[in-house]
Nanobody
Framework: QAQLVESGGGLVQPGGSLRLSCVVSGSHFIPYTMHWYRQAPGRQRELVASIPSGEDAYYAQSVKGRFTISRDNARKTLYLQMDGLEPEDTAIYYC?????????WGQGTQVTVTA
């Protein structure tokens, strides 16, 4: 059974950077499309970025130009480089294994952006 474990969250000032990681075990990594989602207090979980295996990445408009999703297939690790962080980016960030399924989620890592 797939296990996804996120790390790298923390407390950062506006304009700062963080790099999230998601290590996958108990599952193949290729050819799954991998995703980063986030959920802020009182809001629905939303898609932040996606990266298929061997295709171009997708970004939500709110993070385009600031966040970069990448994957290391040999290490079975998904990354999210977050630069220019804003208070609105405060949320729990989750990685998800997507197509071709079945879906699998990590437990999340907290990102807090505050002065």
């Amino acid at each position: 059974q797939a296990q996804l474990v996120e790390s790298g969250g923390g407390l950062v000032q506006p304009g700062g950077s963080l790099r999230l990681s998601c290590v996958v075990s108990g599952s193949h990594f290729i050819p799954y499309t991998m995703h980063w989602y986030r959920q802020a207090p009182g809001r629905q979980r939303e898609l932040v970025a996606s990266i298929p295996s061997g295709e171009d990445a997708y970004y939500a408009q709110s993070v385009k130009g600031r966040f970069t999703i990448s994957r290391d297939n040999a290490r079975k690790t998904l990354y999210l480089q977050m630069d220019g962080l804003e208070p609105e980016d405060t949320a729990i960030y989750y990685c998800k294994r997507g197509w071709p399924g079945p879906e699998a989620w990590g437990q999340g890592t907290q990102v807090t952006v505050t002065a």
